[in-house]
């Protein structure tokens, strides 16, 4: 099932415009609010694509997320459960790093426990509580839960500060000569609320005008 936005992009760019004529400049240069949510069965197959992809470029972590499915598939697909059937040795031999490893097999242990809640169940929370949650996996961090709402869940109030495209996308253009602490943009970014996930976008898109 294709992942549906929580809210209405149309609301949320009025409200931006309104708020901010910086910003409101750079959307009239990068133009309508198009982001591609990415589909998911469960916050654990979304999660477990994470801790692949950290700290790789995007092939290599392609090509090892490809695999480790690959070793999924024969026992059940990409769930906690069939995590438990597949030895350490075939998803080192996939391409886990140890690091990694550990963290997949926590990630399968939370879910299982229900300190990571199902897709279903992740609807009905919150932010903040999500975060609390889902930070309790290691290798997940605030940064990596901030793009599971905004990508996966399509949540609109996220505002990811520990992205450093994000604060280079802040610096670019507000025209900061220094870089903006986390707090600065958070202190900013109040008159964006509601919808600051949305402002998030164009900051990433900020990035690729000239």
């Known amino acids: 099932m294709k992942p549906k936005l929580r809210f209405e992009p149309a609301a949320a760019v009025a409200h931006l415009r309104e708020s901010d004529a910086v910003l409101a400049a750079l959307m009239d240069r990068v ?30 972590a392609a090509t090892i997320h490809g695999r480790v499915l690959a070793e999924l598939k024969p026992h059940g697909g990409a ?3 069939t995590l438990g059937k597949i030895s350490d040795g075939a998803l080192r031999r996939a391409g886990l790093s140890r690091n990694k490893l550990l963290a997949v097999r926590d990630l399968a242990a939370k879910c299982l426990a ?32 901030h793009m599971l709402l905004i990508f996966y869940l399509g949540r609109p109030d996220v505002m990811p500060t520990g992205d450093f495209a994000i604060r280079a996308g802040f610096k670019k253009l507000y025209r900061k000569r220094k870089d903006p602490h986390p707090e600065a943009v958070l202190k900013h970014a109040r008159r964006w609320q509601p919808y600051r996930s949305v402002a998030s976008w164009y900051l990433w898109r900020s990035l690729d005008q000239p």
């Open 31 to 60: 133009g309508p609010y198009v982001l591609e949510m990415r589909p998911t069965a469960s916050l654990f197959e979304a999660m477990l694509r994470s801790i692949v992809y950290q700290q790789l470029h995007g092939k290599a």
């Open 79 to 81: 769930t906690p459960e």
């Open 114 to 145: 229900g300190t990571v809640p199902s897709l279903r169940e992740a609807h009905a929370l919150g932010d903040e509580e999500l975060e609390a949650r889902l930070t309790q996996v290691r290798g997940i961090g605030p940064w990596t839960v």
